[in-house]
């Protein structure tokens, strides 16, 4: 089928999140490629404008997409309008025929005076795709610490139902005005992503941490304290965080964004990942430090 498509005559249609019938084809494929489903996070009306399908549809039916994302992205301090591209994906009739090279060169185009880089987090089997359209990898750091372990009988943080209304709320509100989690590589503007992440991915891992005004995100597993992200409007001090979510016997915190605050304990090697970065940046960046990409930032 993929040799009898002529790409030059495609139609693309964009930003049809509130077309039902539309909506419904694209998470068959989001579903049948990557076993995630969008229909919850839209329903909950966290699906804003700040996230777009890029998608060609034969007979109303998505076949290929190239969704981006909206967001501010605080490198080195210094914060910059970016463009995240995701959820790039086409169906297995329609692979080999260049969908998703046409609908990369449809996004690039669309977007290039609207933001100062594009990004993207990609797998090893399409490692050899981006550059061709000026996407240079990059290579994030893994950071990690030895724990001071700490059991505290009641550590003031409450688990968030997300299935509860006013909780989904809470979040969303504070969200709203949170400080990037990281000025080395920090995301601001990204409430949709979070969202998405807490009713699909961490829906029993996020805290509400009420006397610092703090959303928590953290995991323990065995002996290893997983810490995803600190939303607040203000500056958590990790220290009396760490204390207050480490078990008696959390041996290593391992971080899954850049932890600042931490420079002179912190562990930092380079990171072995299925899921490598790469930027293009219509100015040259400096990216001479070791960072981490917030994981809950991942389009």
């Not at 993929?2 to 989001?30: C, G, H, M, V």
């Not at 489903?37 to 009306?45: A, L, P, S, T, V």
Request: hydrophobic letters at 40%; aromatic letters at 12%; glycine letters at 4%.
């Amino acid at each position: 089928m993929s040799s009898q498509l002529d790409t030059s005559k495609l139609s693309i249609i964009s930003n049809y999140k509130d077309d039902e019938i539309l909506r419904k084809s694209f998470n068959e494929l989001a579903n049948d490629v990557f076993g995630i489903n969008f229909e919850h996070w839209y329903q909950k009306g966290f699906w804003d404008s700040n996230y777009i399908c890029h998608s060609v549809v034969i007979h109303q039916k998505v076949v290929s997409n190239v969704s981006i994302s909206k967001l501010n992205l605080i490198m080195g301090g210094v914060k910059r309008r970016a463009i995240q591209i995701g959820t790039v994906m086409t169906h297995p009739d329609y692979r080999g025929s260049g969908l998703s090279g046409v609908l990369m060169k449809h996004v690039l185009e669309v977007y290039q005076d609207e933001c100062e880089l594009f990004y993207l987090f990609a797998n090893g089997s399409v490692h050899q795709f981006y550059p061709k359209f000026g996407f240079t990898p990059c290579s994030e750091a893994n950071f990690s610490m030895k724990a001071a372990p700490i059991s505290i009988v009641n550590n003031g943080l409450r688990l968030i139902d997300c299935a509860n209304e006013e909780d989904l709320a809470i979040i969303h509100k504070i969200l709203q005005v949170r400080a990037p989690v990281s000025n080395q590589f920090g995301i601001s503007d990204n409430q949709g992503i979070f969202m998405f992440y807490a009713l699909n991915v961490f829906p029993d891992s996020i805290y509400l941490w009420e006397d610092e005004e703090a959303v928590i995100v953290y995991q323990n597993e065995g002996n290893v304290l997983h810490l995803y992200d600190v939303v607040s409007k203000y500056n958590v001090d990790l220290v009396k965080l760490l204390s207050h979510i480490s078990k008696s016997d959390t041996e290593t915190i391992q971080f899954h964004f850049t932890p600042d605050r931490f420079t002179e304990l912190v562990n930092c090697e380079r990171k072995s990942q299925s899921d490598l970065l790469f930027i293009k940046s219509n100015n040259e960046l400096d990216l001479n430090f070791a960072f981490c990409a917030p994981l809950l930032s991942h389009a």
